[in-house]
């Protein structure tokens, strides 16, 4: 077995909406449900521009569709950040200037990486990840 990439990722908060509004906002992803027709109230994806589901966010305690009857629960604990190779560095910080969102700037020369860092609402730190060249 072989590790290939990363899939995606789940954050699990009660501001559903909130979270999904800020990646479409900053990160240009695209909500939608896992099907037809589900409850993104509940549960929604995160599409990338090749309609590929990068993040997942849900209600604590409702990631399968048989836990719709369950009670929320607490969150699963702290995510730090989640890393994401990106293109268009100088309009990804003409965006985060003009949505007023605040950003960490680092310049990694050595390796040829820009990297800006945003905590989306909940307080995952997303990194962003600029390869020079």
Request: glycine fraction near 12%.
């Given at each position: 077995m072989t590790v290939k990439s990363l899939d995606h990722v789940n954050i699990q908060t009660t501001a559903v909406a909130e979270t999904a509004q800020f990646l479409a906002d900053v990160l240009e992803l695209r909500p939608g449900p896992v099907v037809p027709g589900g409850d993104m109230a509940r549960v929604t994806w995160m599409y990338d521009a090749q309609d590929r589901p990068l993040v997942h966010i849900t209600l604590p305690g409702q990631t399968f569709a048989e836990d719709a009857d369950r009670p929320l629960r607490a969150d699963t604990g702290a995510l730090h950040h989640v890393a994401f190779e990106c293109t268009g560095h100088a309009a990804?910080?003409?965006?985060?200037?003009?949505?007023?969102i605040p950003a960490r700037h680092r310049h990694i020369g050595e390796i040829g990486l820009q990297q800006v860092f945003v905590t989306e609402p909940n307080g995952v730190l997303l990194e962003l990840n600029f390869r020079e060249g």
């Open positions: 990804m910080l003409e965006r985060l200037e003009r949505l007023g």
